[in-house]
């Protein structure tokens, strides 16, 4: 059975840090793309972060670039999403998912299709 937890959420200051980790199990990670997604109340749900398991290529939204990073360890079968620069429009419920595809234009990550996902982790950025 597939299972994907996500952890590393919290609150924080405006212009704080955070890193995200999502550990797999019932598959290997290094097989999939994988990707971060969030979603806020009453918002629609947002593609974040990517990367790719052929050629560890990644890809961020526009709101995100250059403050977050993601990678993946695979000898631990976990995904990571460093958040840095956080700002209160960051808030929401961050998980992590297998990605079926990805439209990226540009570098730019448009959208993602998933396929499995977690329960997801709270981050709040407020003062």
């Known amino acids: 059975q597939v299972q994907l937890v996500e952890s590393g959420g919290g609150l924080v200051q405006p212009g704080g840090s955070l890193r995200l980790s999502c550990l797999a199990s019932?598959?290997?990670?290094?097989?999939?793309?994988i990707g971060w997604f969030r979603q806020a109340p009453g918002k629609a749900r947002e593609a974040v972060a990517y990367?790719?398991?052929?050629?560890?290529?990644?890809a961020y939204a526009n709101f995100v670039k250059g403050r977050f990073t993601i990678s993946r360890d695979n000898a631990k079968n976990t995904v990571y999403l460093q958040m840095n620069s956080l700002k209160p429009e960051d808030t929401a419920v961050y998980y992590c998912?297998?990605?079926?595809?990805?439209?990226?234009?540009?570098?730019?990550?448009?959208?993602?299709?998933?396929?499995?996902w977690g329960r997801g982790t709270q981050v709040t950025v407020s003062s």
């Open positions: 998912a297998t990605v079926v595809e990805a439209v990226v234009v540009i570098r730019t990550l448009k959208s993602m299709e998933y396929k499995d």
């Open positions: 019932g598959l290997t990670l290094d097989y999939y793309d």
């Open positions: 990367i790719s398991t052929s050629d560890g290529k990644t």
